[in-house]
């Protein structure tokens, strides 16, 4: 995974609450085995018309939103399905931090296990954002991850509450799975413990 | 010694499966039961391969297919490549870490959330993952079960642990006696229109109240499984003696003295006296009525003697603005009699609503009367032995007979990414969990509601009350 640290970048203004995930991407574009490649169809009934052409009111159709690496958002984003294309789908067009007043709890988790940060910060401040990223290319905004401050573009330091332990994964690019087997021995001590206090559960076996 | 502070069916359930809680908190939970499907493990499996890691516990692990399947001629192959290869790339992975899988043509596939209880894998007091939001729907046999990402699925093959802090508890109480033709689809989305589609989120819900405990294996499963469309992590159920009836004698569950055992042990599991909860909510059940979904989430939803609401009464400029987007996509004016809203498909399904005492409530109403023209209406059991066992009571004749459509198993039209889809414009009254915009297919229009409402729909070709038919 990508480390994220510091990222100063273009903010998109998306002012809908409750985005859900088959509007950041449709289920008819998971039907692939890989995770790369899924930023074509980012927002796609949001961004294309049902010929596949460009919208030319949507926000990441237009300048210089096509190179949004922030996407300032409003409550409850990324309701809905647990598809970590979504993510995946964000991350392919060059998004590596949302910032809302609330995020859906697995969409939420998503975003850290692919260098994606999540920002939560009260509605009033994400509005003030909102105003921000609407000024395009000369009011870029910086995410200072070690800090936990975003930067505004008129210096105004916003600072946000994150989970240390994520903070720490995310800073140093560090694989969850890698993390967690530092402690296989207590996992197997506690898989030892467990199938004798509950020798009455059967194993799945088919065949 | 001094009194164990009183705790949640969640808070026992967490406790016991905490491998190890690192300093700030987070704990690594041991997972019990990982249901793997088709969509959301592709990447997690090439993970795996990259690393040269294997699955810890596949005799913890179910594969099955379900999200693409085709749902007839089934026999003659998956047409659509991209599904096809989804298909086949699940079955190489199982194969290649050996992990149990029903294969697409035996009796036991179907939804992950409709086999994991019917085959007694899912069981109270257990953890259960699964790469799908719906995994809630296991906490009706009280299973702290809920949907992960591929990166966790990841995480759970190589380790059959995640790393998670504790969600807070919330309690959902429903009393009264349901009036008749109202279910717990009404149920659930009465409480989703209650609390909202965020009410839930960092939240497990527990539901509790006399009107939960009436309600059927079947019914819980459905409230539970739309714990999700509250935001919510995960929804429970305390086990009973309903739910020790209802595991009894199913293929994976113990049996003889170690069923014995097992209950002694579910019986501790209950919320305590006196346990805490976080936010709690009420509800009397003998207020709600058949509900019906006009907008496109689930909390846009009304008694179906309601109307179309007007976006002017709104709370604020953003939810006005929400709202006219919601009736714009839909095609609904405000003030409209939802019991006037003609539909073109009925889809009868899902993991929500594709049991056999879903398919027996469709069939009540379809029983002696036809579907009206100009409607098409699909049923498709949640699996094969679903599917076995309703065709056993009749029950596909009667559907058959009355003009329905009878499916194999499969997720089908809940979402699109199979051959059953809406066309653009096309409206459905759906059993579904979620109508969000395009979730039926492209330009499709979803009215959430119960499989004997999606019936009685079905046969008037309108959204219906379903007390008028009774």
């Known amino acids: 995974m990508q480390a994220f640290t510091t990222l100063t970048g273009v903010a998109a203004p998306l002012p809908i609450a409750d985005v859900d995930t088959d509007k950041i991407i449709p289920a008819r574009f998971l039907k692939t085995v890989k995770r790369s490649g899924l930023g074509v169809h980012l927002f796609y009934t949001l961004r294309f018309d049902k010929d596949g052409r460009e919208r030319p009111d949507f926000v990441l159709n237009t300048e210089p939103y096509r190179h949004a690496e922030i996407l300032i958002a409003l409550e409850n984003f990324g309701c809905g399905s647990s598809r970590e294309h979504a993510p995946w789908a964000l991350l392919d067009f060059g998004i590596r931090c949302v910032i809302a007043p609330g995020f859906a709890d697995i969409f939420y988790n998503n975003c850290f296990k692919n260098g994606v940060l999540p920002i939560r910060l009260p509605r009033d401040v994400c509005d003030r954002l909102m105003d921000d990223a609407r000024m395009g290319g000369n009011a870029r905004l910086t995410v200072d991850l070690a800090r936990q401050v975003v930067v505004r573009p008129n210096g105004e330091e916003v600072g946000f509450d994150i989970d240390p332990f994520r903070k720490h994964l995310l800073l140093n690019g560090l694989d969850d799975i890698g993390q967690t087997l530092q402690h296989a021995t207590s996992i197997g001590t506690y898989e030892t413990k467990r199938g004798t206090e509950q020798s009455w559960l059967p194993p799945v076996h088919v065949g | ?470």
Not at chain 2, 105 to 110: K, N
Request: charged letters at 25%; one cysteine or more.
């Open chain 2, 1 to 470: 010694m001094p009194e164990a502070r009183p705790r949640t069916l969640f808070d026992k359930i967490w406790d016991s499966h905490v491998v190890e809680r690192l300093p700030d908190g987070t704990c690594i939970l041991y997972i019990d039961r990982h249901l793997v499907h088709e969509v959301t493990s592709p990447q997690a499996f090439e993970g795996l391969r990259l690393a040269g890691r294997r699955v810890r516990r596949p005799d913890c692990t179910i594969a099955v297919v379900d999200h693409n399947v085709p749902t007839e001629n089934r026999r003659n192959g998956i047409a659509e490549e991209e599904s096809r290869i989804q298909i086949e790339t699940l079955e190489r992975n199982v194969a290649e870490f050996g992990v149990p899988y029903f294969p697409l043509l035996s009796a036991q596939q179907g939804i992950v959330h409709i086999i994991g209880p019917e085959q007694g894998i899912s069981l109270p007091g257990m953890t259960i993952v699964c790469g799908d939001s719906h995994t809630s729907t296991h906490g009706a046999v009280a299973a702290l079960a809920f949907g992960i990402g591929t990166s966790e699925v990841e995480h759970v093959l190589a380790t059959q642990t995640l790393l998670q802090k504790p969600a807070k508890n919330m309690r959902v109480a429903v009393d009264g006696a349901l009036p008749v033709g109202v279910t717990a689809k009404d149920v659930v989305l009465a409480i989703i229109g209650r609390i909202g589609i965020a009410g839930g989120t960092g939240h497990v819900i527990e539901y509790t109240g006399e009107t939960i405990r009436g309600l059927d294996m079947a019914g819980r499963m459905t409230v539970c499984n739309m714990s999700i469309e509250a935001g919510a992590r995960a929804g429970l159920v305390a086990p009973d003696q309903k739910t020790f009836d209802y595991i009894k004698g199913r293929p994976f569950a113990p049996a003889g003295d170690a069923f014995d055992r097992a209950v002694a042990y579910w019986r501790t599991l209950p919320s305590d006296e006196g346990a805490s909860y976080d936010k709690q909510e009420k509800l009397d059940a003998r207020k709600i009525a058949p509900m019906v979904t006009w907008g496109t989430n689930p909390e846009a939803v009304a008694p179906i003697t309601g109307i179309v609401p007007d976006p002017r009464e709104a709370a604020d400029e953003a939810r006005q603005a929400q709202m006219q987007r919601m009736l714009d996509y839909m095609g609904l004016t405000p003030g409209q009699k939802l019991a006037e809203i003609p539909v073109d498909v009925v889809f009868i399904g899902s993991c929500t609503n594709s049991r056999l005492e879903d398919i027996r409530a469709a069939a009540a109403i379809a029983r002696g009367r036809r579907v009206a023209e100009g409607v098409r209406a699909l049923v498709v059991p949640g699996s094969g032995i679903v599917k076995e066992q309703a065709e056993a009571e009749g029950l596909d004749r009667i559907l058959l007979e009355a003009g329905f459509e009878w499916r194999e198993a499969g997720c089908s039209m809940c979402l699109g990414m199979n051959p059953d889809r809406l066309k653009p414009g096309q409206r459905c009254a759906s059993t579904s969990n979620r109508n969000f915009e395009g979730r039926q297919g492209p330009g499709g229009r979803t009215h959430l509601l119960s499989p004997a409402m999606a019936a009685a729909a079905a046969v008037t070709g309108h959204l219906t009350d379903v007390r008028e038919l009774a």
